[in-house]
């Protein structure tokens, strides 16, 4: 099984913040490269797919990229709803499996 | 407008069995594979199931098969999960959900059900 590996596991950032969190995999996974959020008792959001494309509905602020091992997701401006636990997720085989999770708290 | 209502969940001892639903609307249900993911408390997201349009494949992870059965029934536009020889390890909170195109190698969620609780104790 592919492996994803996110980080940092969690941070703290203030609104209007730029916040950067990263997720690597085990071996080359092209593109196919996920990240979803999900707030408390909710489920998960589809945010970002292959990579870099915004899924629709999803605000801007929001931007993806990287290939291969390497990935980034990026939040231009935080806002107050963005407060929430953000996973990748690769696509490229089965079974898709998921990081372990970034937590991206108030400060 | 996509949704996918679950039911089922429910409080069982070890060794016991459970059936999960999910409904679906808003969307051609057989076209589309279909997953089941679980959360455990305070835990990350873990593939569970995944069934094909027509119900003829099914997919498992490891710590599953030959416990669980994914099904599908689409003239009613439903998925299930029926659950047996439950572990402690088995609780968590499963979510349904469809992927964005109609492979079974589509491995990208864009919807997602509620998702129902299960709980494993004795």
């Known amino acids: 099984d592919i492996q994803m590996t996110q980080s940092p596991s969690s941070l703290s950032a203030s609104v209007g913040d730029r916040v950067t969190i990263t997720c690597r995999a085990s071996?080359?996974?092209?593109?196919?490269l996920n990240w979803y959020h999900q707030k408390p008792g909710k489920a998960p959001k589809l945010l970002i797919y292959?990579?870099?494309s915004l899924q629709s509905g999803v605000p801007s602020r929001f931007s993806g990229s990287g290939s291969g091992t390497d990935f980034t997701l990026t939040i231009s401006s935080l806002q107050p709803e963005d407060f929430a636990t953000y996973y990748c997720q690769q696509s490229y085989s089965s079974p898709p499996t998921f990081g372990q999770g970034t937590k991206v708290e108030i400060k | 407008e996509v949704q996918l209502l679950q039911s089922g969940a429910g409080l069982v001892q070890p060794g016991g069995s459970l059936r999960l639903s999910c409904a679906a609307s808003g969307f051609t249900f057989s076209n589309y594979a279909m997953t089941w993911v679980r959360q455990a408390p305070g835990k990350g997201l873990e593939w569970v199931s995944t069934?094909?349009?027509?119900?003829?494949?099914?997919y498992y992870t490891d710590s599953v098969k030959g416990r669980f059965t994914i099904s599908r029934d689409n003239s009613k536009n439903t998925l299930y999960l029926q659950m047996n020889s439950l572990r402690d390890e088995d609780t968590a909170v499963y979510y349904c959900a469809k992927p964005d195109c109609t492979s079974t190698s589509c491995y990208t969620q864009d919807s997602w059900g509620q998702g129902t609780l299960v709980t494993v104790s004795s």
């Open positions: 071996q080359s996974i092209s593109s196919y």
């Open positions: 292959t990579a870099s």
């Open positions: 069934i094909s349009g027509s119900g003829d494949s099914t």
